[in-house]
């Protein structure tokens, strides 16, 4: 088995429990992994692919897994290298993703192949933004005359946005900033949607009904209106 690789690029809080993680897997699963990397902005994942993929490969990861879970480590991501190969444009947004920001530990960077079509990333674009503004208006017809609940639901929907946002950045040619907040001023700048509104969510941190002061259905009509125009964006696109 090769050593791992680009340990140094972990970050320093979780390079042991993740090195000793990765290298568990290996020794449980021999040779049927082809590749290891770990992804993600704000918390690392961890990838594995598998040369071919059966419950029983599920099956003997359960102790490892429940384990790791235990010591903060996500469940990780199992795929073959044939999934990847057949879903991106599925999955446009998530493997482009991966591609840009993840750190190879072991074997093949399997990545590197993908192709991503931007026609994929604006067709994925559009169906999520259009899908959250029925989810939340129909989340508002259910729970709109008690008001409990609405603050969260509005969060919820924002926090699933940011793929959406970074996919119509890089449509535009523009490498989305890690920061939400910067991204969410190269949205503004890009679309001309109001900065003010998206950088007033991730600012709040009070359960009351309200954002930036405001009650929250008001704040919520002009939340809908901002990603409704978002939506004919990405139609236009």
């Given amino acids: 088995m090769e050593d791992l690789k680009n340990v140094d690029c972990l970050p320093v809080d979780d390079r042991k429990r993740i090195t000793n993680y ?9 040779d049927e992994i082809i590749s290891i990397f770990v992804y993600g902005n704000l918390k690392p994942n961890i990838c594995v692919i598998f040369k071919s993929l059966d419950f029983s490969a599920l099956k003997k990861s359960l102790r490892l897994v429940n384990k790791g879970i235990r010591n903060k480590i996500n ?10 190969q057949t879903s991106s444009d599925t999955f446009p947004i998530e493997f482009l993703e991966m591609k840009e920001d993840h750190t190879l530990l072991y074997g093949e960077d399997v990545l590197d192949s993908i192709a991503i079509e931007p026609s994929h990333i604006r067709f994925i674009c559009e169906q999520q933004l259009k899908g959250k503004l029925i989810r939340i208006r129909q989340a ?21 946005l940011f793929p ?12 989305p900033a890690k920061d939400r907040h910067e991204c969410v001023r190269q ?10 509104l ?40």
Avoid: W
Wanted: charged residues 35%.
């Fill in 75 to 84: 469940a990780p991501l199992f795929l073959t290298k044939e999934h990847i």
């Fill in 22 to 30: 990765v290298t568990e897997l290996l020794r449980v699963h021999a």
């Fill in 198 to 237: 998206f950088l007033s969510l991730l600012d709040d941190t009070k359960n009351d009904e309200k954002i930036a002061g405001e009650s929250i259905e008001d704040f919520l009509e002009k939340y809908i209106l901002e990603i409704e125009k978002l939506s004919m964006v990405a139609d236009k696109l």
């Fill in 164 to 175: 959406i946002f970074r996919g119509l950045l890089r449509l535009k040619d523009i490498k």
């Fill in 140 to 160: 508002y017809l259910e729970i709109g005359l008690r008001k409990k609940g609405m603050e969260l639901l509005v969060k919820e929907s924002f926090e699933s």
């Fill in 187 to 196: 949205l503004s700048d890009s679309f001309q949607v109001d900065s003010n």
